[in-house]
């Protein structure tokens, strides 16, 4: 209950959504980030694809997992904030590696770029309003 009070009591655009849309979303973007990500694991393991191309899925990961305790375990905005970038910039990444090989897989990934990119300024904004 405190980190929910922290963060309703920080300053917001007033675009951002509320905060019950989040896990919706999320759900539904982890279904494809599983399956899409997944595909590509296993491209690795059957030696199909090298890991490198590989490896800015397994950043963007960890950099996705690790926004939660960053913001609400920490309750650090500036942390957060460039955390949120290292999602966005893994992303990319991942996609431009993953085209030529496997083009559904990075096609899959257009709503999740949607999102960090919205989420990314959402923090960026939510960031300078609580400097």
């Known amino acids: 209950m405190n980190t929910y009070n922290w963060y309703s009591q920080l300053m917001k655009p007033t675009w951002a959504p509320p905060s019950w849309v989040f896990g919706p979303v999320w759900s539904v973007l982890y279904l494809i980030i599983a399956i899409s990500f997944g595909k590509v694991f296993m491209m690795v393991w059957l030696r199909q694809i090298s890991f490198v191309i590989a490896l800015p899925f ?74």
Do not use: C, E, M
Request: proline share 4%; no cysteine.
């Open 58 to 131: 397994i950043l963007n990961l960890i950099f996705n997992f690790a926004f939660t305790p960053l913001q609400f375990g920490l309750k650090n905005n500036l942390y957060s904030a460039i955390d949120i970038i290292l999602v966005l910039t893994t992303l990319v990444w991942a996609i431009v590696a993953i085209y030529p090989h496997v083009r559904w897989v990075a096609y899959a990934q257009v709503p999740y770029l949607l999102w960090v990119s919205f989420a990314t300024v959402l923090q960026l904004s939510i960031t300078f309003l609580n400097r």
